[in-house]
């Protein structure tokens, strides 16, 4: 099983816009909406599902969405298990034109401290029967910094309790988890993400690949450094590699990373091999990106990309 938690869900809608513009009105008709559950963790555990990995997806839900989520989820292969609260669940818009995508993000609404400690005690419900767990995306905002070590915490029941966890996160809690006493086993970072992590430029491929050097040496074993349509560093055991992304038409590439991580824990699972397992999730992220809908890849889609994901083996050892 697969488990995955979101600190900050939402509703997902996506809108596809001709000519959208930053100014006026649009009226938009119903074949042109998607409506999901979404976060990062939820979008990971969607894909998982759909190549056939059992996959639970723990998530805070406000009273204000959590019936009309559950209404989503149900229709779907991932089990959506709701930690209820009180704090209100988030709705995130991305609207698709020809040329463009426009992400509005609601930050998200504070949990109380009682909230985030259901939290915890639904990881430690589910953690014990899971093969591989993932925690993704952003914390709630809060005003006193209230849940700056709950992600330490999270990472350090998933250690205490044997499992590998995969982080893809963002902000201040990410990092102080990283580098915390208990790091995640993997993380996977895009570009931007990575320079927050480590404070540094990161501009250059050769400073792509150090950033990936630098967080091994920092004790994570698995790390994914996305770079969007151009592919994916990988530095695993020994090694540093590259894979190129397959070229796709892009449509929407929001929930590629998602996709990518969800793709990798089902295929990871079932063979035990990360090289492999990267392959499937970049070919994954591609075929989300060729797609309007967030994440919702399947395996058929993904498999005739993965032949055309390119391990660049020579050029990387010329850059050593
Ligand atoms: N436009 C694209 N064309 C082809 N492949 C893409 C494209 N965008 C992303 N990918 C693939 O998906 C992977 C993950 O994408 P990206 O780096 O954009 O993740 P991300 O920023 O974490 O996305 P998100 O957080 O929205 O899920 C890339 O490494 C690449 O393999
Ligand atoms: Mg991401």
Redesign the pocket.
């Known amino acids: 099983m697969f488990l995955t938690l979101t600190p900050n869900p939402c509703l997902e809608k996506t809108f596809r816009v001709p000519n959208f513009a930053t100014s006026g009105s649009f009226r938009i008709g119903a074949d042109a909406i998607r409506e999901n559950v979404g976060g990062?963790g939820i979008?990971a555990a969607r894909v998982a599902a759909r190549f056939g990995m059992r996959s639970i997806a723990l998530a805070p839900l406000g009273p204000n969405l959590r019936e009309y989520l559950q209404k989503l989820a149900s229709a779907e292969a991932f089990e959506l298990y709701a930690i209820e609260v009180e704090a209100l669940t988030r709705t995130c818009h991305n609207v698709v034109s020809d040329t463009t995508s426009t992400e509005l993000l609601e930050a998200g609404y504070p949990l109380s401290v009682g909230e985030g400690t259901k939290l915890f005690e639904a990881w430690r419900a589910h953690l014990g029967a899971c093969e591989m767990a993932l925690i993704g995306g952003s914390y709630p905002p809060s005003d006193n910094g209230a849940w700056l070590q709950h992600a330490s915490i999270l990472c350090s029941m998933a250690r205490a309790a044997n499992k590998k966890l995969i982080y893809?996160g963002k902000g201040e809690a990410f990092r102080r988890a990283v580098f915390g006493a208990h790091s995640p086993w993997a993380i996977?970072p895009?570009v931007e993400e990575a320079r927050e992590l480590l404070r540094t430029p990161i501009e250059t491929r050769d400073e792509e690949r150090a950033a990936v050097r630098q967080l091994r040496h920092r004790g994570i074993e698995l790390v994914l450094l996305?770079?969007?349509?151009r592919?994916?560093w990988v530095g695993w055991e020994n090694e540093i590699e590259w894979f190129a992304?397959?070229?796709?038409t892009?449509v929407s590439?929001?929930?590629?990373?998602?996709?990518?991580c969800g793709a990798f824990a089902a295929k990871y699972l079932e063979t035990g091999d990360v090289w492999e397992s990267v392959r499937w999730g970049?070919a994954a992220?591609?075929a989300?990106?060729a797609r309007l809908e967030a994440?919702s890849v399947g395996p058929d889609e993904v498999a005739a990309l993965v032949p055309q994901v390119r391990r660049e083996l020579g050029e990387i050892r010329l850059m050593n």
């Open positions: 990062k979008n893809d996977k895009n996305s770079c969007g349509a592919g994916l992304a397959p070229r796709v892009t590439a929001v929930g590629s990373g998602d996709s990518l970049v992220g591609s989300n990106a994440a």
